[in-house]
């Protein structure tokens, strides 16, 4: 029996677990608050990788920034189930 696609919010849970077993911490917060223009993204504080992700994006969007960010590690040594590696196979180079 044939699996549907993953439902979105499933999707990016499992796009935060790959995150975190490259080492690369996902925290959600308020951007709108920063008080300047701010975007998600990766950035590196205290020799920590770390994606800061609007919370106030929708889950398809948030997919896309974390799978964009991911597709350019290094992921060889990582297990990634075939169609999220296809996914991210997408936004290598």
């Not at 996902?26 to 990788?49: M, P």
Request: aromatic share 4%; glycine share 6%; charged share 30%.
């Amino acid at each position: 029996m044939k699996k549907g696609p993953m439902r979105p919010d499933n999707l990016y849970n499992e796009l935060k677990t790959i995150a975190e077993k490259l080492g690369i911490a996902v925290k959600e917060h308020n951007l709108r608050n920063a008080g300047i223009h701010v975007t998600s993204g990766l950035c590196r504080v205290k020799d920590q990788d770390l994606f800061v992700m609007d919370k106030r994006l929708p889950i398809r969007e948030k997919t896309e920034n974390l799978a964009e960010c991911l597709g350019r590690q290094n992921l060889d040594n990582v297990y990634i189930v075939p169609a999220i590696r296809e996914m991210l196979d997408k936004y290598k180079g």
